[in-house]
């Protein structure tokens, strides 16, 4: 029977993969747990703890003392907050990968995933349908790091054995928790404010394109990765995983057809340059290739769901 841990479950991923988690291996096999406490919801559908990933000891001990077989390591300072605090960012990011990796390293829990992100990729990048393998020079803290990661991660498992996993997510978009400071963001808070507002003032000019996937199929995704056989994976860093792409006009456009009184206005703010150093479009077929990822949702299906499930959420 597989034990699950999941470390930063109450972020915008989090949230969601345990409650997916714990349909698949039942609710008492998947510990959830944060450096804060829950609301109601988690809290009843399983186990929770309060853990810092940053606490190598109490991570070993938790790990050893709940027989955890799989660690989803999710903790993260994302891309806009990041760029504010920029060594805090990058001593969290760092340690709380090399923690969980060593944590993996001293006990049986061999399997280990871990978020990379399209921010890897920088402004000397090929922008559109950028390939697996290309130019990667990132010039964030976040990208830095998430490039870093994914070398770390390829050397724990061909020196030590780890099964490391890792996709590099695209936006992703939720309408269950609120924005947590990343650059393609504007994507969750625009549905918000339609609904409630009828305007948004974004922080990314009109034709700014970026890779994106509603938050189903990257909960999917990455269940789909984890469990597909190793002598399947070519890759040992990380996937590209595309998603669908459009710029702010394009998804306000989307909108309008729903809300046809929805205004947008830009304000382009210091993640504009963020944006532009990553890509526009990405190519993920090898991921197709070696473990069968699969988008279901594309703009427009994505786009009545949110508004759906926003304008139920806004009514209580």
Same mark, same amino acid.
């Given at each position: 029977?597989?034990?699950?841990?999941?470390?930063?479950?109450?972020?915008?991923?989090?949230?969601?993969?345990?409650?997916?988690?714990?349909?698949?291996?039942?609710?008492?096999? #998947?510990?959830?747990?944060?450096?804060?406490?829950?609301?109601?919801?988690?809290?009843?559908?399983?186990?929770?703890?309060?853990?810092?990933?940053?606490?190598? /000891?109490?991570?070993?001990?938790?790990?050893?003392?709940?027989?955890?077989?799989?660690?989803?390591?999710?903790?993260?300072?994302?891309?806009? &907050?990041?760029?504010?605090?920029?060594?805090?960012?990058?001593?969290?990011? %760092?340690?709380?990968?090399?923690?969980?990796?060593?944590?993996?390293?001293?006990?049986?829990? /061999?399997?280990?995933?871990?978020?990379?992100?399209?921010?890897?990729?920088?402004?000397?990048?090929?922008?559109?349908?950028?390939?697996?393998?290309?130019?990667?020079?990132?010039?964030?803290?976040?990208?830095?790091?998430?490039?870093?990661?994914?070398?770390?991660?390829?050397?724990?498992?061909?020196?030590?054995?780890?099964?490391?996993?890792? #996709?590099?997510?695209?936006?992703?978009?939720?309408?269950?928790?609120?924005?947590?400071?990343?650059?393609?963001?504007?994507?969750?808070?625009?549905?918000?404010?339609? #609904? !409630? &507002? /009828?305007?948004?003032?974004?922080?990314?000019?009109?034709?700014?394109?970026?890779?994106?996937?509603? %938050?189903?199929?990257?909960?999917?995704?990455?269940?789909?990765?984890?469990?597909?056989?190793?002598?399947?994976?070519?890759?040992?860093?990380?996937?590209?995983?595309?998603?669908?792409?459009?710029?702010?006009?394009?998804?306000?456009?989307?909108?309008?057809?729903?809300?046809?009184?929805?205004?947008?206005?830009?304000?382009?703010?210091?993640?504009? #340059?963020?944006?532009?150093?990553?890509?526009?479009?990405?190519?993920?077929?090898?991921?197709?290739?070696?473990?069968?990822?699969?988008?279901?949702?594309?703009?427009?299906? %994505?786009?009545?769901?949110?508004?759906?499930?926003?304008? !139920?959420?806004?009514?209580?």
């Amino acid at each position: 029977m597989e034990r699950v841990l999941i470390i930063g479950s109450l972020g915008q991923i989090g949230s969601e993969l345990v409650i997916a988690l714990r349909k698949k291996y039942g609710a008492e096999n #998947v510990f959830a747990t944060d450096i804060k406490n829950p609301g109601n919801k988690l809290r009843k559908s399983g186990p929770f703890q309060i853990l810092d990933v940053l606490d190598f /000891k109490n991570l070993l001990h938790f790990i050893v003392r709940h027989h955890i077989t799989q660690i989803y390591n999710l903790a993260a300072v994302l891309s806009g &907050n990041a760029e504010k605090m920029p060594l805090q960012a990058w001593d969290i990011n %760092m340690k709380a990968l090399m923690n969980s990796l060593e944590a993996a390293r001293q006990s049986e829990a /061999k399997k280990l995933f871990w978020p990379s992100s399209i921010a890897v990729f920088g402004p000397t990048t090929p922008r559109h349908n950028t390939p697996q393998l290309t130019v990667m020079e990132p010039n964030t803290v976040y990208g830095i790091s998430k490039l870093a990661g994914e070398r770390w991660g390829e050397y724990y498992n061909k020196r030590y054995g780890i099964d490391f996993r890792s #996709v590099r997510y695209p936006g992703l978009i939720s309408y269950k928790t609120e924005p947590g400071g990343g650059t393609t963001d504007y994507a969750v808070e625009i549905f918000f404010e339609a #609904v !409630k &507002n /009828k305007s948004y003032e974004c922080f990314l000019s009109e034709d700014t394109a970026l890779p994106m996937m509603f %938050m189903e199929d990257a909960i999917q995704n990455t269940i789909r990765l984890m469990e597909v056989e190793g002598d399947k994976l070519s890759l040992r860093s990380s996937y590209n995983m595309a998603g669908i792409s459009f710029t702010p006009k394009e998804l306000a456009e989307s909108i309008q057809k729903r809300i046809p009184e929805f205004r947008i206005t830009y304000n382009p703010d210091f993640r504009q #340059v963020i944006a532009e150093s990553w890509p526009a479009s990405i190519d993920d077929s090898v991921a197709q290739r070696d473990w069968g990822l699969n988008v279901n949702y594309d703009l427009e299906k %994505m786009v009545d769901v949110m508004l759906k499930e926003v304008s !139920k959420k806004l009514k209580g």
